[in-house]
């Protein structure tokens, strides 16, 4: 709820409270753990640098939602607006507040649905040419807070945004660390822990996507016993900064958004330009902010066609047959799928054009009848015929040189007249920007859809923008035309499942996740390197959005050999699929399929929407116990992995949190069956705070056969008695 209590607005969400004075700035009181409505908060006044000599020499230490150039600050700002004449030192003052039930937005860009109310600040500044506009929503069960921040140039002359952060959030001085998603290709979202000194912290992306290197999710805890986290993040897929600033005299400020490189947007007379949405939590600590997060992201941001609808176990063409298949191997790679349990087939690079390597044919989308022997809308067919889903690849964003879209249109290409462009895997960007090759790609990509008949597609992105056209506004504009296209194309094909993916995960964010519910993490399928990319994922992002398959026994990445069981398990964590050519297995290993995933389908509901709690990470401590609760806590799967084989060292209990407390639960554990007396049943509590022991996990051929050292087990939770 949203309250104005004299001069100060109260933010309630469902276990924080915003307190924010409105001044000539929006000062930012208070924001942590809910407390009480008062009647007054004038005893919070010095909190706000009410200096002792001089308010004006104290301007930087008021801590605020919005700063900018000029505002005395000598840290980062938030906002830096530039006048036709080079002026910037808008000094802009809250104008007016009130709150709203809803907030319009006509910026083309993704936002949070089902905000129940909005606070909505008006800034302006004494020539009357620049108005501010920042919003802040909440949202039911909760406490996840929406903010952005639009400019209007109410002026005559242009106006370039140089710099636009959607959240500022100011804090006293503390020892604090900053956990991020940090990588790069193949080695994704690895969460990474330091603590804040002084100085400015930065995670930013600087190729157009959202990038592998760091993932625009952030949080940052309070160190020393303080329940005091907060994490952010944005719905944004391109060139993003997150600063966090320490300094002595004014305490922390988290900055979040657009990154501000090469950014000076233009800004006409009567137009305007908005941020990208950001989202930020308080918790009591970590666990609780990524809850909150998970919760929010499923309900509030990803695509709600497929909110709580189980999604399929696929096989995927590319690690099984890379370019190398026909419409035979495809039905041959089906029997053995439909005889497995697998629910869809998805036919990966390589079906269009003249596309036998990755040379050629990007733009090309139309079907490589001499590769396929055929039309693929007869292999969709055939397929559907089977009772598997029909899914696809496109790559809809590039062009190869060698291609016929490219001879006919050279022009759609992202190229600098008389600048060779850079090559990334032999190919170079279209320019989205540009509406007929928005029309072009709408326009391919439905003929496929409804030629075949598609239930999935896998959009993928293999390189980022190097070819930067009129620098100043490309990067937004690229990344507002993209959001267009998936707009266009999800309004018009509900019933399609889109999964996102740029060379693995270098496009991993709540922008992208807002059209497309789940996204490829990474194309590095080792199980041991999973488990650290997945781990890392999942204190930003929900299970469900995290598409996950099982190799090849021996990784065709890490050439590591890992048992079928630890594959499925690290998998399991996830949205299943498979990418292996399942006609050279064995019996037993077909067997061994089709069991795991009898189980998966058992617990997909559970597995794919229940409660996460990561009580052990492998990053820590060499193992990994995620348990999965169901939102009723009747069920919960348990997925154990260690990557050492520590023979000689007494196993740790595998404590389960989220249980109900005083009901009892009857445990079992799927690869070693007797490691519990299944006539037991131990309460909800008891494992939480004891565990259960379940031994060694490592198995003698794992330690063998298992280059890679991943030993797993699942254990599954069943409530038997209500507490
Ligand atoms: C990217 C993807 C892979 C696969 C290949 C196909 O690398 O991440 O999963 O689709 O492209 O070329």
């Known amino acids: 709820m949203i309250k104005i209590i004299k001069d100060v607005v109260k933010i309630d969400t469902e276990k924080s409270t915003m307190l924010?004075?409105?001044?000539?700035?929006?000062?930012?009181?208070?924001?942590?753990?809910?407390?009480?409505?008062?009647?007054?908060?004038?005893?919070?006044?010095?909190?706000?640098?009410?200096?002792?000599?001089?308010?004006?020499?104290?301007?930087?230490?008021?801590?605020?939602?919005?700063?900018?150039?000029?505002?005395?600050?000598?840290?980062?700002?938030?906002?830096?607006?530039?006048?036709?004449?080079?002026?910037?030192?808008?000094?802009?003052?809250?104008?007016?507040?009130?709150?709203?039930?809803?907030?319009?937005?006509?910026?083309?860009?993704?936002?949070?649905?089902?905000?129940?109310?909005?606070?909505?600040?008006?800034?302006?500044?004494?020539?009357?040419?620049?108005?501010?506009?920042?919003?802040?929503?909440?949202?039911?069960?909760?406490?996840?807070?929406?903010?952005?921040?639009k400019v209007i140039n109410e002026g005559k002359t242009d106006l370039f945004v140089k710099r636009l952060f959607s959240i500022q959030l100011d804090l006293s001085d503390g020892e604090y660390t900053v956990a991020s998603l940090r990588g790069s290709w193949g080695e994704e979202t690895h969460e990474t822990v330091i603590p804040l000194c002084y100085g400015a912290y930065t995670s930013s992306s600087f190729m157009g996507l959202s990038s592998n290197v760091a993932n625009p999710f952030i949080s940052l805890n309070r160190s020393g016993g303080e329940r005091f986290t907060i994490a952010a993040n944005l719905l944004y897929s391109g060139n993003h900064k997150e600063i966090i600033e320490r300094n002595k005299q004014s305490g922390v400020r988290i900055l979040s958004g657009i990154n501000d490189y090469l950014l000076n947007y233009k800004v006409a007379p009567s137009n305007s330009f908005s941020t990208p949405e950001g989202i930020f939590v308080f918790a009591e600590n970590t666990e609780k902010a990524s809850r909150?997060?998970?919760?929010?992201?499923?309900?509030?941001?990803?695509?709600?066609?497929?909110?709580?609808?189980?999604?399929?176990?696929?096989?995927?063409?590319?690690?099984?047959?890379?370019?190398?298949?026909?419409?035979?191997r495809l039905y041959e790679l089906c029997d053995y799928a439909v005889d497995c349990g697998i629910e869809m087939l998805v036919v990966d690079d390589g079906w269009f054009g003249n596309r036998n390597d990755d040379k050629t044919s990007l733009g090309d989308w139309f079907y490589n009848e001499a590769k396929i022997g055929g039309k693929l809308s007869e292999v969709a067919r055939v397929v559907k015929s089977k009772n598997l889903k029909f899914g696809i690849w496109f790559e809809p964003e590039m062009v190869s040189e060698k291609s016929s879209l490219y001879k006919n249109h050279p022009e759609y290409a992202m190229k600098e007249n008389g600048v060779e462009p850079i090559r990334i895997r032999n190919q170079i960007v279209l320019d989205i920007t540009k509406s007929e090759v928005q029309k072009y790609i709408i326009d391919s990509i439905s003929f496929v859809i409804e030629d075949c008949n598609v239930d999935y597609i896998k959009w993928d992105c293999n390189r980022g923008l190097t070819e930067i056209k009129n620098s100043g506004s490309y990067f937004y504009d690229y990344v507002i035309s993209l959001y267009k296209i998936l707009d266009v194309l999800t309004r018009k094909y509900p019933q399609v499942l889109f999964e996102g993916c740029a060379s693995g995960g270098n496009r991993f964010d709540l922008g992208i996740l807002y059209y497309m519910p789940q996204i490829w993490a990474s194309d590095n399928t080792d199980a041991k390197e999973r488990l650290f990319i997945q781990e890392g994922l999942l204190i930003g992002?929900?299970?469900?959005?995290?598409?996950?398959?099982?190799?090849?026994?021996?990784?065709?990445?890490?050439?590591?050999?890992?048992?079928?069981?630890?594959?499925?398990?690290?998998?399991?964590?996830?949205?299943?699929?498979?990418?292996?050519?399942?006609?050279?297995?064995?019996?037993?290993e077909l067997t061994e399929i089709k069991e795991y995933n009898a189980f998966y389908k058992k617990y997909r509901k559970t597995i794919q929407y229940g409660d996460v709690y990561q009580t052990e990470k492998v990053k820590d401590g060499g193992r990994s116990v995620i348990s999965i609760v169901d939102k009723d806590k009747n069920n919960a799967v348990v997925l154990i992995s260690n990557i050492v084989h520590d023979i000689q060292k007494v196993p740790k209990n595998v404590k389960v949190k989220g249980l109900e407390p005083d009901a009892l639960y009857s445990v079992k554990t799927v690869l070693h069956k007797d490691r519990i007396d299944e006539r037991l049943s131990v309460s909800g509590r008891t494992l939480e705070k004891c565990g259960v022991n379940i031994g060694n996990i490592s198995v003698i051929s794992d330690m063998m056969d298992d280059t890679g050292t991943v030993s797993s087990e699942i254990m599954v939770l069943t409530k038997v008695i209500r507490g």
């Open 20 to 149: 924010v004075r409105m001044s000539e700035k929006a000062e930012l009181l208070y924001f942590g753990e809910s407390i009480n409505d008062e009647t007054d908060y004038s005893f919070l006044n010095f909190g706000c640098a009410k200096a002792i000599f001089s308010s004006a020499d104290n301007t930087d230490a008021t801590p605020s939602v919005l700063s900018f150039v000029g505002d005395g600050s000598n840290r980062e700002t938030s906002t830096h607006i530039v006048g036709n004449d080079g002026f910037a030192s808008f000094r802009f003052e809250v104008d007016k507040f009130y709150i709203a039930e809803k907030f319009s937005f006509d910026d083309g860009l993704p936002h949070s649905k089902n905000a129940t109310e909005y606070l909505i600040v008006e800034y302006k500044e004494p020539k009357n040419t620049v108005r501010l506009i920042q919003y802040f929503g909440i949202f039911e069960n909760s406490d996840v807070i929406a903010t952005g921040v």
């Open 292 to 328: 909150e997060m998970r919760e929010f992201v499923c309900k509030n941001i990803a695509n709600t066609t497929f909110e709580n609808t189980e999604r399929p176990i696929v096989i995927n063409s590319w690690e099984s047959f890379g370019f190398k298949f026909d419409s035979e």
């Open 541 to 588: 992002y929900p299970q469900s959005c995290i598409s996950a398959h099982v190799p090849s026994r021996q990784n065709m990445h890490t050439f590591k050999i890992y048992s079928m069981f630890a594959r499925f398990a690290v998998s399991a964590m996830a949205v299943l699929g498979y990418e292996l050519d399942l006609t050279t297995l064995s019996e037993k």
